[in-house]
């Protein structure tokens, strides 16, 4: 069953969707050469920690750190560690929060300093297809319709889009139903409502749709080694559309 959220349980989502779209404007200044994925861990849990919430992905099925650092062909689940970010690199660093047992989830990719045409049209384009699929959502709409929003966006600019993964609902739990895909049928799939709250996060690749994991059991790499952006936002629907819960 699909959640609608009371008024009273919206306001927490709000809060905990602020807390995770401060995180990532908090962070922005320190993503230069030199900084570690670790460091970005510490920095990004000592922030949330300071606003009241707590780090959603922390021990989440026994996940290690506190976000989530995917590096260049890392697509998602990179684990932060003492990996040294270099100029041409890009990070996608997804965060969620809770706050009061409510959460926010939104994942944002960055380079770091200059990057390859090749990564900046991957970022480009990856974020266009966030929103290409937000724009469809509306009381009433339909969760293939997001899908197929994405998934014909993604392939007119000739990137791989990522099926293993989906976008979720979001709520009292960081994934609830329904799962929402990044291809899809239009006119398919669980109808939205307003009051429902869900996270959509296309992972489009330079090269090959096709994905491995690592032997950490966690980080998802690119089976071609190209490029992978990652870029999410949790979302209210309304009426007549969405309000965007993770702002930053
Ligand atoms: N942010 C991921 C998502 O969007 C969840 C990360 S799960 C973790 O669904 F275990 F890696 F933390
Ligand atoms: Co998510």
Redesign the pocket.
């Known amino acids: 069953m699909i959640k609608i959220k009371t008024p009273e349980e919206i306001d927490l989502l709000r809060i905990a969707g602020k807390i995770v779209g401060d995180t990532h404007h908090y962070l922005q200044p320190y993503l230069k050469p030199g900084i570690t994925t670790g460091e970005i861990d510490q920095l990004a849990e000592a922030f949330i920690l300071a606003q009241g919430a707590t780090a959603s992905f922390k021990n989440y099925q026994g996940y290690p750190g506190s976000v989530c650092t995917s590096v260049n062909d890392e697509v998602v689940h990179g684990i932060p560690s003492d990996r040294v970010l270099q100029a041409g690199d890009i990070i996608g660093i ?1 965060i ?1 929060a809770n706050y009061k047992g409510y959460h926010g ?3 944002w990719t960055y380079a770091i300093g200059e990057v390859s045409e090749e990564k900046q049209n991957l970022m480009k384009y990856t974020e266009e297809a966030l929103f290409k699929g937000l724009s469809t959502i509306h009381d009433g709409a339909r969760v293939g319709d997001i899908g197929y929003a994405i998934y014909t966006f993604a392939r007119k600019h000739n990137l791989g889009v990522v099926r293993e993964l989906v ?2 609902g ?1 709520g009292s739990n ?2 609830e139903e329904p799962d929402v895909p990044n291809y899809g049928k239009k006119n398919t799939g669980p109808i939205l409502k307003s009051g429902m709250v869900i ?1 959509v ?1 296309p992972m489009l690749n330079a090269g090959t749709h096709h994905v491995c994991i690592l032997e950490d059991d966690w980080t998802i790499v690119t089976a071609d080694g190209k490029p992978s952006a990652h870029f ?1 936002h ?1 979302v209210l629907v309304t009426k007549d559309g969405y309000e965007i819960l993770t702002k930053r």
């Open positions: 997804d969620g989830d939104s994942a976008g979720h979001v960081i994934h996270a996060e999410e949790t």
